[in-house]
């Protein structure tokens, strides 16, 4: 069995059926954020990569959810920019327009590719991003998560080598290592009583 990544997760009072529908806010980047140009993905993309992987593992989970797409549809109807939104206005929009019970918003930080190949690397990869989830109509912050990882060779710490995809016998993509730590994240939310 691997251990968990380093994912950190804070839980509040969970609002009685707020898991029941969540809308996913486009993730945004931040502006210094650096990526690696050797892959051409750059800071939105990447953004875009992580909001793909937390929707993609939420529903794996069970858990219904709103696309991204159609949340950046709606404030685009309205006027608005989808980066520039705050919890209170986004839950308004996604409840009255989806009946979501609730919002998911993130951010991602930090997206570097490894230096290398699978099995021989310079550098292992690096992302760092957090999300939060607030109650909608009202947001209300319910639950965080933030996950920060680079990936470190297997001759630094033979045991936390072990905790990635592949047993740490190879150096992971950005992708691979955001991906495993989305399912992490997404596996730590609380569940609907």
């Known amino acids: 069995m691997r251990p968990a990544p380093v994912v950190k997760n804070q839980t509040m009072r969970v609002p009685e059926g707020a898991m029941k529908l969540i809308a996913v806010i486009p993730f945004t980047h931040r ?10 993905v ?11 992987f937390i929707t993609d593992a939420m529903t794996k989970r069970g858990i219904r959810v709103i696309p991204a797409s159609d949340l950046v549809t709606a404030f685009t109807a309205q006027g608005l920019k989808p980066f520039d939104i705050n919890p209170r ?15 998911m918003m ?29 109650s909608a109509p009202v947001a209300r912050r319910f639950h965080s998560a933030q996950f920060d990882e680079t990936q470190r060779p297997l001759s630094e710490h033979i045991i936390n080598a072990r905790r990635y995809p ?19 994240a997404v596996g730590a939310l609380p569940t609907q009583r």
């Open 89 to 103: 206005t986004a839950a308004e929009i996604a409840t009255s327009k989806f009946g979501a019970t609730a919002i």
């Open 106 to 134: 993130g951010r991602v930080s930090r997206y570097r590719e490894r230096a290398g190949e699978s099995f021989g690397s310079t550098s292992g990869a690096s992302v760092a991003f957090d999300f939060t989830i607030y």
């Open 42 to 52: 750059t800071a939105e993309m990447a953004a875009e990569l992580v909001t793909r």
């Open 31 to 40: 502006d210094t954020m650096r990526t690696a140009t050797v892959t051409g």
């Open 166 to 184: 592949g047993g740490g016998t190879r150096w992971l993509t950005a992708a691979e290592l955001a991906q495993w730590g989305a399912e992490f």
